[in-house]
């Protein structure tokens, strides 16, 4: 298993380069799409920042425009439903879904949704919320998705090679194939 101090050393971890194409599902303001795109070509590669509201992802685009990351998109969609990223079946190299999956009643169609938009062999990365961490910090531990269920609910939906890792004190997460 690997751990990871942080974000940034997570980003800078994951083999994202030049001309591929990532999807933030849940990028909220662009803690993790502004980081990733600066690992992207300007030129060929491309982010697509998905969220259920429109306040973050104007945020989001603010600074996109001041880093000048004009490869970046963001669409407001629904990822609880088949087609509600907007995306085209088979698009991107990447999914990354941080820390959104403990809020969802239907986890599985999210994956199912990232499933769907990845191309073959593309590959899904999911941070959530440690279980055991206390719940003073993040939601309530109710919400959070134990290690054993979350690996379930990847398998499932029809992913692969799944590796685990740790990232700080309260995070775990996975890095998964679709094949």
């Given at each position: 298993m690997?751990?990871?101090?942080?974000?940034?050393?997570?980003?800078?971890?994951?083999d994202?380069?030049?001309?591929?194409?990532?999807?933030?599902?849940?990028?909220g303001?662009?803690?993790?799409?502004?980081?990733?795109a600066?690992?992207?070509?300007p030129d060929n590669g491309?982010?697509?920042?998905?969220?259920?509201?429109?306040?973050?992802?104007?945020?989001?685009?603010?600074?996109?425009?001041?880093?000048?990351?004009h490869?970046i998109?963001?669409?407001?969609?629904?990822?609880e439903?088949?087609g509600?990223?907007?995306l085209?079946?088979?698009?991107a190299?990447?999914?990354?879904a941080?820390?959104?999956?403990?809020?969802?009643?239907?986890?599985?169609t999210?994956?199912r949704?990232?499933?769907?938009?990845?191309?073959?062999?593309?590959?899904?990365?999911?941070?959530?919320w440690?279980?055991?961490?206390a719940?003073?910090?993040?939601p309530?531990r109710?919400?959070?998705?134990?290690?054993a269920?979350?690996?379930?609910?990847?398998?499932?939906?029809?992913?692969?090679?799944?590796?685990?890792?740790?990232l700080?004190?309260?995070?775990h997460?996975?890095?998964?194939k679709?094949?």
């Open positions: 690997q751990n990871f101090r942080g974000l940034g050393e997570l980003v800078d971890h994951l994202i380069y030049g001309p591929q194409t990532v999807v933030d599902f849940g990028a303001a662009g803690l993790l799409a502004i980081p990733l600066q690992k992207l070509s491309k982010l697509y920042a998905i969220d259920v509201q429109e306040g973050p992802l104007e945020v989001l685009r603010a600074e996109a425009r001041k880093k000048h990351l490869h998109e963001t669409l407001r969609g629904n990822l439903k088949i509600g990223s907007k085209k079946d088979a698009m190299d990447w999914v990354i941080a820390n959104i999956l403990f809020q969802a009643p239907d986890k599985e999210i994956l949704e990232a499933f769907r938009v990845l191309k073959d062999h593309g590959t899904l990365v999911i941070v959530e440690h279980p055991e961490t719940h003073t910090v993040g309530r109710e919400t959070r998705i134990p290690k269920k979350l690996f379930d609910i990847v398998r499932a939906t029809g992913f692969t090679s799944l590796r685990e890792f740790t700080g004190e309260h995070h997460g996975l890095i998964a679709k094949s």
